[in-house]
């Protein structure tokens, strides 16, 4: 079943309780895993702006140890639905010696998560993990380890709960298949 959203069809994929569970466990195994480090230094989370604000938001509010939030904008995405092969990067971070955990909303190609990557790792953190809640494997042309990971799913175009086409659809509550 497939439901019409400013005349585009979206075909369901993840429910919003579905997106809520999983999303409270990866807060439960990243506070698990950050328990002893985020004592000494709190866990910097960087979102990447903007596909992964509503993810972020609901992220760090499942998660128990001491944490900052930071944000960096990327985009490779022009208007269409394959990337640019470009990224733009704009962030104004200080994050020598802090946990950084990278909060990001797709990873397809992997070409931001690489140059973002690079980016940070430059800048001196004392550790660097990647969390993606959707992951598109068979996209993949540049390798990333995602430490993290939501859900996997296949290549195809995704929006809503911050995830964009063109700018629309980030408001939906749930995930589904942008139908061309
Ligand atoms: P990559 O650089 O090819 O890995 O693409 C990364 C970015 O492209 C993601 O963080 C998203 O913002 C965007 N993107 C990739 N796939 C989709 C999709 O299915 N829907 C909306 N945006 C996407
Ligand atoms: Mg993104």
């Known amino acids: 079943m497939s439901i019409q959203h400013t005349g585009s069809a979206i075909t369901p994929l993840y429910s919003a309780e579905a997106i809520g569970n999983r999303?409270?466990?990866m807060g439960r195994e990243i506070s698990r895993d950050y328990a002893e480090s985020s004592l000494r230094s709190p866990l910097q989370l960087v979102?990447?702006?903007?596909?992964?604000?509503?993810f972020a938001a609901d992220l760090a509010r499942s998660i128990t140890v001491p944490c900052t939030i930071d944000f960096i904008h990327a985009?490779?995405?022009?208007s269409g639905k394959t990337s640019?092969?470009?990224?733009a990067i704009?962030?104004?971070l200080s994050v020598e010696g802090?946990?950084?955990l990278l909060v990001e909303d797709i990873i397809d190609t992997g070409l931001t998560m690489q140059q973002i990557k690079a980016e940070l790792v430059a800048l001196n953190p004392a550790s660097?993990?990647?969390c993606s809640l959707l992951d598109k494997p068979t996209a993949r042309i540049h390798p990333v380890e995602i430490a993290y990971?939501?859900?996997?799913?296949?290549?195809?175009?995704?929006v809503g709960y911050g995830v964009d086409y063109d700018e629309k659809y980030r408001e939906l509550p749930s995930i589904g298949v942008l139908n061309s």
């Open 23 to 25: 999303v409270r466990e």
């Open 47 to 54: 979102v990447v702006l903007k596909g992964a604000f509503i």
């Open 75 to 78: 985009s490779s995405y022009g």
């Open 84 to 87: 640019s092969g470009k990224v």
């Open 90 to 92: 704009k962030h104004n």
């Open 98 to 100: 802090r946990h950084l």
């Open 128 to 130: 660097l993990k990647i």
């Open 149 to 158: 990971t939501g859900f996997v799913v296949p290549d195809t175009f995704l």
